[in-house]
C-alpha cells in the first residue's frame, strides 16, 4: 500500500491509496467513493483484489477524507466544489494516475460505489475504462427512493439544507448526523438532481443523456433488496442512461449469501469476501 498526490487539472492536490504492484498486476482497477464515504471505506476490499491479481487505486474526492484541506478541517464554507467537479476534475485525474501508473496494454476497470457510478458518463478521459462494475448505484430521484430513505429526505430537501447551507456555508453533516460534510455546491446540486424525475438529466438535457447513452463500456450492476437508499426503480432508472452500454443486473437478497443484511453499505465489509466480492472478479476476468 503506498499514499500518493493526484493533481488535477485545475491544480488541486487529491490524496490516493495505491494497493498492489502496478508492474505485475494483470489489470487496474478505480474505486470511485459513494457520497460523503472516505476512500479508506474500501481498503479491506481493495486488498482482497490484490490477492486476484489486480492493482487498485483508491482516492478521496476534494472536501473528503484526506483530500479535505487542513485550512477547512472545522469548516468547508467558502470550499468551491459541486459534482460536476468531483467527476470532471477529480475522478478523471486519479483515472489518469492509474493510468499513468501502469503499462499500456494493461485493462483498466472502474467500480463506482453509488455515486460512483452514477458520475461515469461525465468523466471525460472514460474510454480508457474497460468494464464498469456498480455497486448500490440508483438514480437517487427522492419518490423513487426505498421507504425508509423517503421518509427521511423530504425533511432533508425540503426543511434541512435550505435552512443549514445559507446559514453554514457548506453542509456541516457530521454535527447533522447525515452524510457527512460536503461542499455547498455539491449539496445543492445532488439536491436539485435528487427532487428531478430524470435526475442529473434533469439539469443536463438532452446532451447529457446522449452522452451517457453513448458509453458503450460493459456493465455490471450489484444491487441489494435490502438497501435503504435505493430501491430498484433507483436502479433501473440509473442504468437506463446508459443505454448503449451491455449490462448485467444482478439484484441480491441477504438470505441468498446466508445473511440478514447488506445495505448500501455491506457490500464492502470482509465478511462478504467469499459470498459477494467474487461477482466483481468474475466479471472483470470475462
Same mark, same amino acid.
Given at each position: ?8 487539472? %485545475? ?44 492493482? +487498485? ?22 470550499? =468551491?466544489? #459541486? ?42 478521459? *472514460? ?9 448500490? @448505484? ?8 426505498? $421507504? $425508509? ?9 425540503? +426543511?434541512?439544507?435550505? +435552512?443549514?447551507? $445559507? ?26 438532481? @435528487?427532487? %428531478?424525475? %430524470? ?9 447529457? *443523456? ?15 433488496? %435490502? #438497501? ?27 438470505? =441468498? +449469501? ?29
Amino acid at each position: 500500500m503506498q499514499s500518493i498526490t493526484i493533481t488535477t487539472a %485545475d491544480g488541486f492536490a487529491l490524496a490516493g491509496t495505491v494497493y498492489g504492484d502496478p508492474a505485475t498486476a494483470r489489470a487496474a482497477l478505480l474505486i470511485a467513493p459513494a457520497m460523503g464515504v472516505a476512500q479508506n471505506y474500501y481498503a479491506s476490499f481493495a486488498r482482497w483484489l490484490v490477492g486476484q491479481g489486480l492493482v +487498485v487505486l483508491s482516492f478521496d474526492y476534494r472536501g473528503m477524507g484526506q483530500s479535505r484541506p487542513s485550512e477547512h478541517a472545522r469548516s468547508l464554507r467558502g470550499f =468551491e466544489a #459541486d459534482i460536476h467537479t468531483w467527476a470532471e476534475q477529480d475522478a478523471a485525474a486519479a483515472l489518469a494516475a492509474l493510468d499513468g501508473l501502469v503499462p499500456a496494454a494493461t485493462p483498466i476497470h472502474w467500480l463506482g460505489h453509488s455515486l460512483g457510478g452514477q458520475i461515469f458518463g461525465l468523466v471525460p478521459n *472514460r474510454a480508457r475504462v474497460d468494464r464498469l462494475v456498480t455497486v448500490g @448505484c440508483g438514480s437517487g430521484y427522492w419518490l423513487e427512493n426505498a $421507504p $425508509p430513505l423517503k421518509r427521511m429526505v423530504w425533511w432533508l430537501w425540503f +426543511v434541512i439544507v435550505p +435552512v443549514v447551507l $445559507p446559514l453554514a456555508g457548506y453542509f456541516p453533516g457530521r454535527r447533522l448526523k447525515k452524510v457527512g460534510d460536503l461542499p455547498a455546491g455539491v449539496i445543492a446540486q445532488w439536491r436539485r438532481w @435528487c427532487l %428531478d424525475r %430524470d435526475y442529473m438529466m434533469g439539469e443536463g438535457g438532452p446532451e447529457l *443523456r446522449e452522452q451517457y447513452a453513448r458509453v458503450p463500456t460493459p456493465i455490471l450492476s450489484l444491487s441489494f433488496t %435490502d #438497501d435503504e437508499f435505493m430501491s430498484a426503480r433507483n436502479i433501473e432508472s440509473l442504468h437506463g442512461f446508459y443505454a448503449g452500454a451491455p449490462r448485467t443486473m444482478r439484484r441480491i437478497a441477504p438470505a =441468498e +449469501v446466508g445473511e440478514r443484511r447488506i445495505g448500501h453499505f455491506g457490500f464492502f465489509r470482509p465478511q462478504f469476501q467469499a459470498s459477494l466480492w467474487p461477482h466483481v472478479s468474475g466479471f472483470l476476468a470475462t
